[in-house]
């Protein structure tokens, strides 16, 4: 009984106020961090960060394999357009417009003066 009892009534009774001040204070920020939501987001998180290191760390040891993935990752993901334009696939506007082209510039040539000509 090192704690010598409170003799005066209102002094006990402001002890007794705050120290269940601090207890509901305390409740209320293990509630908060004990949220089932708030505990999913810090997981997500924490495995969000892992990641992010894990994938730079990675990078930085072996970037001609990560270039060469992400190259291959690329062609893949434009194999359709890219098989167009190597068949040769061109829709029928690229190819009138290819036509359209070909035809004016074979126009404009033929009535072009000649250099040195008189007319």
């Avoid at 409170?6 to 961090?33: H, I």
């Avoid at 997500?44 to 290191?53: F, L, P, S, T």
Wanted: aromatic residues 2%; without cysteine.
């Amino acid at each position: 009984m090192s704690e010598a009892l409170p003799t005066d009534l209102t002094e006990a009774e402001a002890r007794s106020r705050n120290a269940r001040a601090r207890l509901f204070g305390t409740l209320g920020r293990m509630q908060d961090k004990l949220n089932p939501m708030a505990l999913a987001q810090d997981a997500v998180e924490n495995v969000a960060i892992g990641v992010a290191r894990d994938t730079v760390a990675t990078v930085r040891a072996n970037p001609r394999t990560v270039a060469t993935v992400a190259g291959v990752a690329l062609l893949f993901l434009a194999r359709r357009p890219l098989t167009r334009l190597l068949v040769g696939g061109a829709t029928a506007a690229a190819k009138a417009s290819l036509n359209k082209r070909s035809t004016a510039s074979k126009s404009q040539t033929k009535t072009r003066p000649k250099k040195g000509s008189s007319t």
